[in-house]
């Protein structure tokens, strides 16, 4: 027969149970005997576990409600991606069309320098169609000019002889060389001995030839007297300069005088009193 710690006979399980309610370390002894160590820790296990469990679970419910914060993100992360695909899209189309506005614009540009360098082209005909009727206008005019220059010298020719005699003093005045005597040697033999005797050289020559009118008399000595004359319907300075050095060169020439002469219908008081300056006979005569 068993005993308990306080004597208590213990015949029958209900006995050892009932000693077990009155004495907490048998019982708690009597569980250790039991289940052992492992089982009794297992309510703390369990509780430890759950407590995991609730964690995890705690933990789950974080990364479900993250998951559904970055699904939620990653939709409307979609959305706009679509909107910007479609604006991405939109941009493309309007690119294409600038780039088709550029290309028409090229082709454009390309038109307009074609038409700007066709321009050139038929400007610079123009003006070489305008330069070309200048020089013709310009030869015309020369023509022209010779055509009247020469009527000219022929009236001069024509009335300057009996002018010549009273403006000049000369006597049996008589034109010697000029287009209306072609035929008259006298200047060419002159010049050609004068040539000869070294006393002017072909350069000279040709200068007193360029003469429009040559005239001789005789001065009041009897000796004999040229008169070298150009011819212009207005007299300017050019016309006095020239009659002054054909006369200086035919004087030399000739070893006779020979003056110089200028004939028009108009002469400035400038130019008069240049040729007076230069000792060269003005006579006006009017048409």
């Known amino acids: ?65 993250r998951q559904d914060r970055v699904e939620g993100q990653l939709g409307r992360m979609e959305e706009r991606q679509d909107r910007v695909e479609g604006q991405l899209g939109r941009m ?5 069309r600038m780039e088709q506005d550029i290309t028409d614009l090229k082709a454009g540009q390309s038109r307009m320098e074609q038409d700007i360098t066709d321009l050139k082209a038929g400007q610079s005909r ?20 010779n055509l009247m220059g020469t009527d000219y010298e022929r009236k001069v020719a024509r009335r300057l002889r009996r002018t010549a005699e009273r ?10 060389y000029a287009v209306v005597a072609p035929d008259n040697n006298t200047i060419p033999d002159l010049l050609s001995e004068a ?18 009118l040559i005239i001789s008399g005789r001065n009041q000595a009897g000796g004999t007297t040229y008169a070298v004359v150009e ?8 016309d006095i300069d020239r009659a002054a050095v054909r006369a200086t060169l035919l004087e030399r020439a000739s070893d006779a005088t020979a ?8 002469i400035s008081d400038a130019d ?15 048409e």
């Open 195 to 212: 040539l000869d005797a070294g006393r002017i050289d072909n350069d000279q020559i040709d200068e007193v030839e360029r003469a429009d």
């Open 92 to 96: 493309e189309e309007r690119q294409d």
């Open 259 to 266: 003056l110089a002469v200028v004939v028009g219908t108009d």
């Open 167 to 176: 403006r000049l003093n000369l006597r049996a005045a008589e034109v010697i």
């Open 231 to 238: 011819a212009s319907i207005t007299i300017d300075r050019r």
């Open 1 to 65: 027969m068993l005993t308990t710690p306080g004597d208590i006979p213990i015949n029958t399980f209900g006995d050892i149970l009932a000693a077990m309610e009155r004495d907490p370390e048998l019982c708690a002894e009597m569980r250790r005997h039991i289940l052992g160590e492992e089982i009794l820790r297992l309510p703390e296990t369990v509780a430890n576990l759950a407590q995991t469990v609730r964690e995890i679970l705690d933990v789950v419910r974080g990364i479900s409600e």
């Open 126 to 145: 123009m003006e070489q169609d305008i330069t070309d009727l200048k020089a013709g206008q310009s030869r015309m005019q020369g023509q022209l000019n």
């Open 272 to 286: 008069r009193s240049h040729a007076g300056d230069n000792g060269v006979a003005v006579i006006v005569m009017l």
